[in-house]
Structure formats: C-alpha cells, structure tokens
C-alpha cells in the first residue's frame, strides 16, 4: 500500500497562486506516475497534471500555462504550483501514485481550494 498526504489548499483569491504538496510513503518502490487530480462539486473527477518515472509532464489544457508539476524521485513528493488562479478552479485536489507492474493507483484523502471571485 502507497500513502499519500497532501497539503497546501485554503481560499485565495481569482489571480493568486497556490502551491499544493504531496508525499508518499508506505510501500513506495515501483512507483512510476505520480500526479494531481481535481473533482469539483457535481463533477466527476479529472486528470489535471502528471510526471512520470523519467520525467516526462503533462497537463490538461485547462490548466496549461498556469499549472506546473514537479517531482522530487528521491524523497518521493510531487508538487503542484498553481498561478493565475481561476474560480473553476475550485475543487479538492487529490494526489495519486501509480505503481508499476500493474498501473494500481493509489488516491490522496485530498485538500480543497477555493478560488473567490
């Protein structure tokens, strides 16, 4: 089992900036994907960034631009950096990890953002 605990959410406002955290533990070897999802009220929830055993990033196109995710492989965490924040941007954000060889991920209890108008 892969624990994950997030942390950074709160309430800012439409313009400002967030940066979430997440760290991993348990039985952390043979992760390769680590990345953040999001579901908002009513919503199912999405994919919004995600890094990969080499490095590789990608983001949804909602978020391009405005969201960074990055890894540290040795103390396994993964961040997520949030500018230009809008208010569909609310939701709680979840960390997962993916473990190889079967691709079973693992899901954060999550952390809510609030982007006020």
């Known amino acids: 089992q892969v624990q994950l605990m997030e942390s950074g959410g709160g309430v800012v406002q439409a313009g400002g900036s967030l940066r979430l955290s997440c760290a991993a533990s348990?039985?952390?070897?043979?992760?390769?994907?680590m990345g953040w999802g999001r579901q908002a009220p009513g919503k199912q929830r999405e994919v919004v960034a995600s890094i990969g055993s080499g490095g590789s990033a990608i983001s949804a196109d909602s978020v391009k631009g405005r969201f960074t995710i990055s890894r540290d492989y040795a103390k396994n965490t993964v961040d997520l950096q949030m500018i230009n924040l809008e208010p569909d941007d609310t939701a709680v954000y979840y960390c997962y990890a993916t473990k190889a060889p079967w691709g079973i991920r693992f899901w954060g209890q999550g952390t809510q953002v609030t982007v006020s108008s």
């Open positions: 348990g039985s952390t070897a043979g992760i390769n994907v």
